[in-house]
């Protein structure tokens, strides 16, 4: 028997009981629902484009009759059954607003769509989002839908790095920790047109709770489609307690007094480069390059022209959260907690994230001209930077709560943040401005307005925020820690606010380390413009590393110099943990960072999949190659790289036992 729920009723049935809870929930159901007792602040802007989260993707769990809670976690448990979830692919018509005319631009995009859906949702270019839980089977059926007529896709390619077949697509769950092969997480697949294929993931009962995303990973079309906004969050809800032996969810540990999980915002960052094309198929712009499309135009994303280091700058376009261009985050208030899990799914941007007060009776933010965007931001977003307390980096649980002002995300990180409002009011969300070698674009990116948060009154909190969240994590770990381990998760947070019972993957020690890998990604122009990984471009019958199952490397990782351009390095199935980050002159930053660069600050230590390399730098990895054999990839995860050759094929094979892999049957 199918028990699951339209995700409507369900959330209508809860409204009232967990009203906090309200940040998941839909814009029709926040039009409906108004905290009594709660004032709200007057909008400083006319314009109300609220951050909506995505919808969650209709989950059918037949054999264990448990409904999947579109609302929260707690309700996904490990339940050893299976989840099955139904995605298309298709062209959607929508709008995204332009802040220079005001007004909504109509846009044709490739997008995923829930099966399931029974209207066209708002904002299409948000995947839903799948949540499932340790133990559980994932089956998702992917239907492409794209039209099979295609002129990117000649029957026969001549060089496979060059960009090709738009229309055909597969499925990458990036950072799950999942077989790499079958119709597992297997991105040498290619889905055609018209084909509809079920993937099967065996999510273990040891996988780690956290913020994992989704999107196509076909060579020749990822960029483009990534960048159309095919990308949603995959969300593994864990509800193990730490032990004395054992490690724990930092999903028990973050509930309130009431029992419920602290409000979560989720947030996917991406850069839709639509644009128009004149007659002649040239991408309509301005002497500057700025993106310009005609009344009755539609912007689209077809050609890789609309990639490239400089042209994401000119274009004008702002990077958008969950579809939308400078939103407002309604539903915050003073003093209460907010998880806020942030996916950067966007392809042609570096976003330094910062918070700032806004000044009350700032105009609305509507510009596209770098001047005034500046002035902006200069007049109106005046206050100190707000606090940032990250307590996961790609998903993974960090040892210990990191403090910042900025969180840098490149493309594929996320990033969970614990965030605390300490006013009532508006706040400026903003990505700051970097230097050429921190950026995927190599050059320096000026300050922009990403949202704003509007913010009601609550519970005071004090000048210090950092010892406000301390107290209320120890609260809360009177409540949610089983007593033999609840007095060590105090005297962590306490110390430098450790999450020593939270971390997944066990610290690698020097003497478990038994081989090293080097891996340089760079642009070559000597002879016309080339995307290696060491020296070579993306060869689909070529393997360029095989790894013995059980061993344990060390990696060391660089960029090319010449040009000098940085890339996100990601690598699939198993992650790795930073061991040291080298600069030009020899000094280790993965601790303290360097001076006017938050970008490798408190990374020593920390687990990831994804890592931004800048050139000049040497960036020293260690990971464990555990449970999984078979074929996968690493590559740049500047999308557009990849699909031109960064690109390389792994694979981890069964030892022989005399120092080798098995390499046949025999
Ligand atoms: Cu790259």
Redesign the pocket.
């Known amino acids: 028997m199918l028990t699951s729920l339209p995700c409507r009723i369900s959330f209508l049935r809860v409204r009232s009981r967990h009203m906090r809870r309200m940040l998941l929930l839909p814009a029709s159901a926040l039009l409906l629902y108004s905290p009594p007792g709660v004032e709200q602040y007057a909008s400083a802007q006319t314009s109300e484009r609220m951050v909506v989260a995505p919808p969650t993707a209709l989950t059918q769990r037949p054999r264990t009759g448990a409904a999947p809670s579109p609302f929260f976690a707690g309700t996904v448990t490990a339940s050893g059954g299976e989840a099955h979830i139904a995605l298309k692919i298709g062209y959607s018509n929508a709008t995204i607003y332009n802040p220079e005319t005001n007004k909504n631009d109509p846009v044709r995009l490739r997008s995923y769509r829930d099966v399931h859906e029974t209207a066209a949702p708002a904002i299409p270019f948000v995947a839903p989002t799948i949540e499932v839980a340790p133990g559980e089977t994932v089956r998702i059926t992917l239907k492409n839908d794209l039209p099979s007529s295609d002129s990117s896709c000649p029957a026969s390619m001549p060089d496979i790095n060059v960009p090709h077949c738009f229309n055909r697509t597969n499925l990458h769950a990036h950072g799950l920790w999942v077989s790499p092969t079958g119709n597992s997480d297997n991105v040498l697949l290619s889905i055609a047109p018209s084909v509809s294929f079920e993937y099967e993931y065996n999510i273990s009962l040891e996988h780690p709770a956290g913020t994992f995303w989704y999107h196509p990973h076909l060579h020749g079309s990822t960029a483009l489609q990534v960048s159309s906004g095919m990308a949603g969050f995959l969300i593994v809800r864990g509800s193990r307690l730490p032990s004395a032996h054992t490690s724990g969810d930092v999903d028990t540990l973050l509930k309130g007094a009431d029992g419920l999980p602290f409000a979560e915002r989720l947030v996917l960052l991406q850069q839709i480069q639509y644009a128009c094309r004149d007659t002649s198929g040239a991408i309509q712009a301005t002497g500057t390059g700025k993106y310009v499309c005609q009344q009755g135009q539609v912007g689209e994303i077809e050609g890789y022209d609309q990639f490239g280091p400089t042209t994401w700058a000119k274009s004008g376009r702002f990077t958008t959260i969950n579809g939308q261009v400078a939103p407002v985050f309604t539903g915050a208030q003073v003093g209460r907690i907010e998880r806020w899990r942030i996916a950067h799914a966007g392809v042609r941007d570096t976003v330094q994230l910062q918070f700032k007060k806004m000044r009350p009776g700032a105009p609305d933010f509507a510009s596209l001209d770098p001047t005034q965007q500046l002035n902006w931001i200069e007049q109106n977003c005046i206050g100190a930077r707000l606090s940032q307390f990250a307590i996961a980096s790609d998903g993974l649980t960090r040892a210990s709560i990191s403090e910042r002002e900025t969180t840098v995300l490149q493309p594929g990180y996320r990033e969970d943040l614990l965030m605390l409002f300490p006013e009532a009011g508006d706040y400026c969300v903003l990505d700051d401005m970097a230097g050429p070698s921190g950026t995927?674009n190599a050059t320096t990116k000026i300050r922009k307005f990403l949202a704003r948060v509007n913010v009601a009154m609550g519970q005071a909190m004090g000048a210090d925020t950092k010892a406000f969240l301390r107290a209320e994590l120890t609260a809360a770990a009177n409540r949610t820690m089983p007593e033999t381990i609840r007095q060590k998760v105090r005297d962590d947070l306490a110390n430098d606010m450790r999450l020593f019972s939270f971390v997944p993957h066990p610290d690698i020690a020097d003497s478990e380390v038994k081989g090293r890998q080097t891996l340089q990604?760079e642009?070559d122009v000597s002879s016309g413009l080339k995307?290696l990984v060491d020296g070579k471009a993306y060869d689909a019958t070529r393997i360029d590393r095989t790894l013995p199952l059980g061993s344990v490397e060390e990696w060391t990782l660089t960029s090319g110099n010449n040009p000098p351009?940085g890339?996100?390095f990601h690598i699939h199935v198993n992650p790795f943990q930073v061991v040291k980050i080298l600069d030009p002159g020899g000094n280790d930053v993965s601790s303290a960072g360097e001076s006017g660069d938050p970008q490798y600050a408190n990374l020593k230590g920390v687990w990831k999949d994804t890592l931004f390399v800048k050139p000049n730098y040497q960036v020293f990895i260690r990971t464990r190659y555990r449970r999984y054999i078979g074929d996968f990839v690493l590559h740049?995860?500047?999308l557009d790289?990849?699909d031109q050759g960064?690109m390389q094929n792994v694979r981890i094979a069964v030892p022989d036992g005399a120092g080798g892999v098995v390499t046949n049957h025999h």
């Open positions: 995927v990604l642009i995307f351009v890339h996100p740049c995860h500047i790289h990849e960064m």
